[in-house]
């Protein structure tokens, strides 16, 4: 073998060498047409102020505390936020997809009309949805399965026929989007039943942030929940073990895939409160059931809304827009 030959060989090594790690180093994952696994696109968030989840819509138009059920006497209420151009009655317009926004808060805390949450609602309806923010019954006082079905719920009220003709919404274009336990519950109501998307409180599009989505002693394993929130998953699961609690499976979305779900975006934070491993299991079991997915992973630590700078809500919006239309 040529001394030239040897040199060759080895600068082509070199080069091959240089070129996988600069993909290791970035992120960077070669696949085929499309993505499988858990791979993801890394978001590195950009500047933004220090609670970018409060950015605000004031011009666009809310209708408060409207109740959806009242379940045993107990009502529960939601926000409507309207696209500025449908808020003046909905005459002469086409029908428009809506969004139910379901608010985080670990099952026990948290409320529509907080400022994080209805600048929420507001932001989607200024993308064009005509968005429904919900309270929902809330743990201790109310375990699981109250919460999911106060979601199921406000969807099928939705999409009953008064509220169709009051808010000039589209029934067969309902997405959700919901946030760390919200994020949970939107990603439950997303993958529950099967079956067509536009009947009852089945769904045609789940977007997602920080959503736990397995709740069983085997979701333990999926990176470690901080000891306090092992607690709050209990409260909200009322059991007194994750050994001991037939409701964890029925609350965990990961054991729902089927292959009639609707398209989701998932989106978590590298090192965040709830670990990546729920996201990245939860991606795996709907790419293998076939379902359409965009899963997005921002560096950092931010939990939930609080990583929505501009680049995630536009990918978020794209999304809804491509799943749901204008």
Request: hydrophobic residues 40%.
């Amino acid at each position: 073998m040529s001394r030239e030959f040897r040199a060759g060989a080895h600068r082509r090594r070199v080069t091959a060498l240089a070129i996988l790690t600069f993909l290791a180093m970035t992120g960077t994952v070669l696949t085929g047409c499309a993505p499988s696994g858990i791979d993801s696109e890394r978001l590195k968030p950009t500047a933004q102020p220090v609670y970018p989840q409060l950015k605000t819509n004031p011009d666009i138009p809310v209708t408060s505390n409207v109740e959806y059920g009242n379940p045993g006497g107990t009502p529960i209420l939601l926000d409507v936020c309207f696209p500025k151009e449908a808020a003046d009655g909905t005459q002469n317009q086409s029908p428009r997809p809506a969004v139910v926004a379901i608010h985080g808060g670990s099952w026990r805390a948290g409320d529509k009309s907080n400022v994080s949450w209805r600048s929420i609602c507001q932001w989607l309806a200024s993308a064009g949805f005509v968005t429904f923010s919900i309270d929902y019954r809330l743990a201790p006082a109310f375990t699981f399965p109250a919460q999911i079905e106060d979601v199921r719920s406000a969807v099928s009220w939705i999409r009953d026929s008064d509220q169709v003709t009051r808010y000039n919404i589209d029934p067969d274009r309902i997405g959700v989007f919901g946030g760390s336990a919200g994020g949970n519950l939107a990603a439950l109501v997303g993958t529950e039943g099967n079956g067509p998307l536009t009947v009852g409180s089945r769904v045609a599009a789940v977007a997602e942030l920080s959503g736990p989505t397995d709740l069983t002693a085997a979701g333990l394993h999926r990176g470690i929940p901080p000891p306090d929130f092992q607690q709050l998953e209990l409260d909200y699961l009322h059991c007194p073990s994750f050994g001991d609690c037939d409701n964890a499976r029925d609350a965990s979305p990961l054991y729902q895939v089927d292959p009639t779900d609707p398209p989701f975006f998932i989106g978590h934070s590298v090192q965040e409160y709830i670990p990546i491993q729920q996201s990245d299991a939860m991606v795996a079991a709907l790419r293998k059931a076939a379902i359409d997915v965009t899963y997005v992973t921002v560096k950092g630590t931010a939990h939930s809304i609080a990583m929505l700078d501009n680049p995630l809500r536009a990918k978020i919006v794209a999304f809804l827009h491509d799943k749901l239309g204008d």
